[in-house]
């Protein structure tokens, strides 16, 4: 049992990754994440802010969320992946360049292990597709 010495809750992995307290931006997410991916988050954040420019950024679920009358896409840091999370029909229609990089996905999110080259551009054309579903 290990207890965060920040927020004083109890896990049963030591040095667990997690989010003390309550966090209110986009910016203090990123910030509470570990330092080593801290670049690639606001590197991700850059990219999905010129995909979706009207989109606001929020925090739903205590992850990165950006909104334009519904959710565009979320994404959260974990352990081993990032995750990110445009719904069902985006990880349908994206599923085989996914998988051409290294990527894997399930029901509504995609999980991008931190040990592979992020996928920059097909994050980008994921949040595009987004932005044109809501607009549908």
Not at 59 to 81: C, D, E, R, Y
Not at 95 to 119: C, F, R, T, V
Request: charged share 20%; proline share 6%; net charge negative.
């Amino acid at each position: 049992m290990w207890i965060c010495p920040k927020c004083n809750r109890n896990f049963k992995n030591t040095n667990q990754s997690h989010y003390c307290g309550d966090i209110t931006s986009i910016d203090e997410y990123i910030e509470q994440a570990p330092a080593e991916f801290q670049e690639t988050l606001q590197q991700v954040r850059a990219v999905i802010h010129k995909a979706a420019p009207d989109a606001v950024e929020k925090l739903s679920w205590k992850m990165p969320t950006f909104w334009q009358g519904k959710n565009v896409i979320q994404f959260a840091v974990h352990k081993k992946h990032l995750g990110l999370y445009p719904g069902d029909a985006a990880v349908t229609e994206f599923s085989q360049q996914l998988e051409d990089n290294g990527a894997s996905y399930n029901k509504g999110s995609i999980q991008i292990p931190w040990d592979k080259p992020m996928p920059y551009e097909l994050i980008e054309a994921i949040t595009k597709y987004c932005v044109q579903t809501l607009e549908k």
